[in-house]
């Protein structure tokens, strides 16, 4: 209680760090009080199109008082092209350490980063890693080599993080193969078949979608309640790349994953299969 930090600083360890109580005074410093900050989260989000995110606090908690804060990969991925338009944010998310001076003591802070891309892919320069209980392990990293820029968002990783990252990369680098797109839709069903694949990737340029691959793990998925979260068996990704245009624009992409709930496009076939899953489950629960 007391200390003082300049904002550059507590910017600095909120970002790198993922100093919760860095997030909240620089929420308060600058609006006032948390209310008024989120609210001007939410209102920003709007403006650059995040329409499936809604925000409850400055540090990401979803429950308890918190309850209700969530965000898609589309949305994620929006906001981070946006974020990355400023010099200042692109210098403090390649940082593996920050170090500053409280103002009062001129005690001296060193944090490290949590995200250990940066030690483990020689071409990534950063952006932040994130985990909440129900959110799983969440990464959003930036990868440039030569003239390829490239941009993924992880939510809910399984495995290996970095290694899963590092292969998406070098896939994007090397024109790896790129499947038909397989679109996610956010309506609500009873029951539903997350499938084929747990793990979902993509090119995408500024603005527009690629492809989405299905290459890594190709397992099928259990069956999910709309009134439970993606998150807990399913990890999604999605990825930005500069370059020619190579699959379709950006709102067939716009619901690949949600948070809070996922759901697979209905066609005739999935319907079908949606119903034989249902009752497969109600056979094993009676069981």
């Known amino acids: 209680p007391g200390e003082k930090v300049k904002l550059y600083d507590l910017v600095k360890?909120?970002?790198?760090?993922?100093?919760?109580?860095?997030?909240?005074?620089?929420?308060?410093?600058l609006a006032g009080n948390v209310d008024n900050f989120v609210f001007l989260m939410n209102r920003k989000a709007r403006v650059i199109g995040m329409n499936n995110s809604r925000f409850t606090n400055p540090a990401g908690f979803d429950k308890g008082i918190y309850e209700g804060n969530h965000s898609t990969a589309s949305d994620l991925m929006k906001l981070t092209e946006y974020a990355i338009r400023n010099p200042f944010f692109?210098?403090?998310?390649?940082?593996?350490?920050?170090?500053?001076?409280?103002?009062?003591?001129?005690?001296?802070?060193?944090?490290?980063?949590?995200n250990r891309l940066l030690e483990k892919y020689p071409y990534t320069v950063g952006i932040k890693t994130g985990f909440t209980s129900r959110a799983g392990k969440c990464l959003i990293a930036r990868a440039i080599k030569e003239n390829r820029d490239i941009l993924l968002v992880m939510l809910?990783?399984?495995?290996?993080r970095w290694g899963v990252a590092g292969e998406m990369f070098d896939n994007a680098f090397n024109g790896g193969p790129m499947n038909p797109a397989l679109f996610v839709?956010?309506?609500?069903?009873?029951?539903?078949?997350?499938?084929?694949?747990?793990?979902?990737?993509?090119?995408?340029?500024?603005?527009?979608?690629?492809?989405?691959?299905t290459r890594g793990s190709a397992r099928?998925?259990?069956?999910?309640?709309?009134?439970?979260?993606?998150?807990?068996?399913?990890?999604?990704?999605?990825?930005?790349?500069?370059?020619?245009?190579?699959?379709?624009r950006m709102h067939q992409y716009s619901k690949m994953s949600e948070i809070r709930g996922l759901q697979v496009k209905n066609s005739r076939k999935q319907k079908n299969n949606l119903a034989v899953n249902k009752n497969r489950k109600k056979s094993k629960s009676e069981t």
Do not use: W
């Open 220 to 248: 099928n998925l259990p069956v999910l309640s709309g009134r439970k979260r993606a998150g807990s068996k399913h990890e999604a990704l999605a990825l930005r790349k500069n370059g020619k245009r190579s699959g379709p």
């Open 13 to 29: 360890a909120a970002m790198v760090s993922s100093s919760n109580d860095a997030a909240f005074a620089i929420a308060i410093h």
């Open 90 to 114: 692109n210098s403090v998310a390649r940082l593996e350490y920050a170090v500053f001076t409280e103002q009062t003591t001129h005690r001296q802070y060193c944090l490290r980063t949590h």
């Open 185 to 213: 839709s956010l309506n609500r069903f009873d029951s539903v078949s997350a499938r084929p694949a747990e793990l979902f990737s993509g090119y995408r340029e500024v603005r527009r979608i690629g492809h989405i691959s």
């Open 156 to 160: 809910n990783a399984k495995t290996d």
